[in-house]
């Protein structure tokens, strides 16, 4: 890790995300840049991993995020809470922003915290909004499958990672609906398939680590470069899950979560 560019990376991505907001403010435009920017950082992040460079723009779009769960904390929250919102808000943002630092982005101490409020942070809300949707459609279908004896359907375990709040379903319609038949993760909700295999608890728990400290957009391009661009176990986003695996085999991990 070279901490320094993260940090530099860091930086200036929150603060082109407070020009943004005070230049364009929060629309249609203002959303559409930070989308694109999202996206050619991550794909600039991904050629240069680990290098200086490649430091650089991991730092970068941890600070995008942050500035985006900052900005955007604060005015949901203040909604709903008023002026303690504010603080709310903040708190949302530096808990993002301190991930740049290896020495607190790998205590476990911290990541006990980055998991479980990852469900308030709001650039996690889409992909772990439509997760909840796909885990309680799993619940519901679930006596449809015992009654009618549909294998496909059936909740076959769960389990719970307590340090990253995240609560995994083996089997059921969304677990069984991943063509490569594995585990994927939407932020604080994992799916693994019914057929006979590891569960993935720490691979996935590390993603939903990425969720709170990169945010839904980039969530959804890691899975694009996973599994429809030919990036496997070696697109960035896998490189930095699977660095939560303790006992990990992978050579090429980004070594964020240990
Ligand atoms: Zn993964």
């Given at each position: 890790m070279k901490i320094k560019m993260a940090f530099f990376g860091a930086l200036a991505g929150g603060a082109g995300v407070v020009g943004l907001y005070f230049g364009l403010g929060i629309n249609w435009i203002s959303l559409a840049i930070v989308g694109g920017v999202t996206l050619l950082s991550y794909i600039g992040a991904h050629f240069t991993a680990t290098t200086g460079f490649g430091e650089f723009m991991r730092g970068w779009l941890i600070g995008l995020n942050a500035g985006l769960n900052g900005s955007l904390g604060v005015i949901v929250y203040s909604l709903l809470l008023g002026p303690a919102g504010v603080a709310v808000g903040a708190a949302l943002g530096v808990l993002n922003f301190v991930t740049v630092f290896p020495v607190i982005s790998r205590s476990e101490v911290f990541q006990g915290f980055l998991g479980w409020l990852c469900l308030l942070q709001p650039m996690s809300y889409l992909v772990a909004g439509l997760g909840l949707f796909f885990y309680l459609a799993n619940l519901i279908l679930h006596p449809v499958a015992l009654i009618t004896r549909t294998q496909y359907l059936r909740i076959l375990g769960m389990r719970v990672d307590w340090k990253t709040g995240t609560f995994f379903q083996r089997g059921g319609l969304f677990s069984n609906?991943?063509?490569?038949d594995t585990a994927y993760n939407m932020g604080n909700f994992s799916f693994v398939d019914?057929?006979?295999?590891?569960?993935?608890i720490e691979h996935e728990a590390g993603h939903t680590l990425n969720l709170a400290t990169f945010g839904s957009l980039f969530h959804l391009v890691g899975a694009i470069d996973e599994?429809?661009?030919?990036?496997?176990?070696?697109?960035f986003a896998e490189r930095l899950a699977e660095s939560n695996n303790p006992s990990t085999t992978q050579s090429n991990i980004i070594a964020m979560w240990t």
């Open positions: 609906m991943n063509p490569i019914k057929a006979p295999g590891p569960w993935h599994n429809l661009t030919g990036g496997g176990a070696n697109a």
